[in-house]
């Protein structure tokens, strides 16, 4: 198979190049190879099950068009100093023109046109106030919501535009590998995930957008075939749960509050991430059934419990620089004590130094929205650094959020971020090796669906 563009991966960044190549009237054959399922059919058993079945051979959560991160809450973050370091290589001004540009997009394909985050200034100060006096810094950033289930209707509808626009998709196709002649990538070759058969494509310009799912394998890649790379971070830690009501004001006033701290002893970065008001815990699955969690939020259907993550972030360089196999370590651990489910504790058996049990989850004020999680011990599991570091940004954030390190507050793990292989590349994104781009969360550069999706914008504009 010939093609002018192949695209592996049918993330956000994937998306928004093959869509972008067509708004600006490329007349180039373009293919995009996605590993799992079209969006319409993407669907999780669990609805069903309400227990994980570990569905082979992918995840339906994480797997498929549009991504992992379509299919968690479904936000768009509208400030440039969110989403990764991009900026650091376009330039900030370049970063917010595009992701202005590319939030037209999403309203022109349905999203919605409220905006949260916007109003109420003076309740964002006192809240900014407090943050200040714990120690934390807070970002407010504008925020549109589409929701895990409307999510999935705009990028059914930018699916349906690509097809109908002519760029061929091929679903259940994975990438095996690139193809290499004198240091130029010329292509790659894809292997049918059902009958392993292989599929050689040849092309101009190869474009890796594997998302986070593909974090590992790109990292793989970039060894074997010496594509310019260092380590990056690799964020390790948990998703937490309280009731609604600990964070009325917070939800109200910014519906998503992005606090960053550096709590003492370790100093490491540990920040708020992907906070869903009256949202679901839900549990993930990556290669080598390694479960991790994650949380949705709808725009209907409501919980009476807000979760958001808290990510403490790890640098490694000499003499040890795997810091995905670090953190997939730590989560293969903390599996292995919940036999292959998500674990959960309380915050305040952290405290005390005992694990928690069924009967004490069943008696609490905050209920668990993820009916499978194992109540446990995450301490028995987590690295003493990541968990000291998350233990003081909680007390810290109670200063913020009164209520927040209560007794009950459910803290559920592992929590990981596969994005820490940074490819080496100019701010037109051009790797050490000739027709070879990569772009996304894989590529160390972005975290989330909006800068994901300006990453795809910028390649479609260079690729015209």
């Known amino acids: 198979m010939k093609k002018d563009v192949v695209i592996v991966g049918a993330g956000p960044a994937g998306i928004f190049t093959a869509l972008e190549m067509i708004k600006k009237g490329s ?145 259940g196709y994975e990438c095996n590998n690139i193809i290499l002649e004198n240091g130029e990538c010329k292509g790659v070759i894809l292997t049918d995930v059902k009958t392993g058969s292989e599929t050689i494509v040849n092309a101009e310009h190869t474009v890796v957008a594997t998302g986070r799912r593909g974090a590992e394998w790109l990292e793989r890649i970039c060894a074997e075939h010496d594509i310019a790379h260092q380590p990056g971070t690799v964020d390790i830690g948990v998703r937490v749960e309280v009731r609604n009501e600990v964070m009325e004001k917070v939800n109200e006033v910014l519906y998503e509050s992005k606090l960053i701290g550096y709590p003492a002893p370790f100093k490491n970065k540990v920040r708020t991430f992907c906070q869903n008001p009256g949202g679901f815990v839900s549990q993930e699955n990556y290669d080598n059934n390694l479960a991790v969690v994650n949380g949705h939020s709808y725009k209907e259907l409501k919980s009476n419990n807000t979760n958001l993550s808290i990510l403490c972030s790890h640098n490694f360089s000499y003499p040890f620089n795997q810091p995905i196999a670090y953190a997939q370590k730590v989560g293969e651990l903390t599996n292995m004590l919940g036999t292959g489910h998500i674990l959960v504790q309380r915050f305040g058996d952290i405290l005390d130094g005992k694990r928690t049990w069924p009967k004490e989850l069943a008696q609490s004020n905050v209920r668990p929205t993820l009916p499978d999680a194992v109540a446990g011990d995450i301490t028995a599991a987590m690295p003493y650094r990541a968990m000291t570091n998350i233990i003081n940004f909680i007390k810290a954030m109670d200063h913020v959020v009164e209520g927040f390190a209560s007794y009950e507050t459910l803290l559920y793990s592992p929590e990981l971020k596969f994005y820490s292989n ?22 160390g550069w972005t975290r989330g669906l909006m800068m994901a999706s300006v990453m795809g914008v910028l390649m479609g504009r260079r690729l015209v």
Do not use: W
């Open 27 to 171: 007349k180039k054959s373009i293919l995009i190879a996605e590993k799992g399922q079209s969006v319409e059919k993407r669907h999780c058993p669990k609805d069903k099950t309400k227990q994980c079945v570990n569905c082979k051979p992918y995840c339906h959560i994480t797997t498929g068009f549009s991504g992992a991160g379509a299919f968690s809450d479904g936000k768009l973050s509208l400030c440039y100093e969110v989403g990764g370091d991009l900026p650091n290589l376009i330039g900030a001004e370049k970063a917010q023109e595009t992701i202005d540009y590319t939030d037209k997009i999403y309203l022109e394909f349905g999203a919605d046109e409220h905006i949260e985050g916007v109003s109420n200034t003076e309740e964002v100060k006192r809240i900014r106030i407090k943050a200040i006096q714990a120690g934390l810094k807070l970002v407010d950033c504008p925020i549109r919501h589409m929701g895990t289930e409307k999510a999935q209707d705009i990028y059914y509808a930018i699916e349906q535009y690509l097809i109908k626009n002519g760029v061929e998709i091929l679903f």
């Open 422 to 443: 940074r490819v080496k590349m100019d701010e037109d994104f051009n790797t050490n090796v000739k027709g070879l781009y990569c772009l996304g969360d894989s590529s």
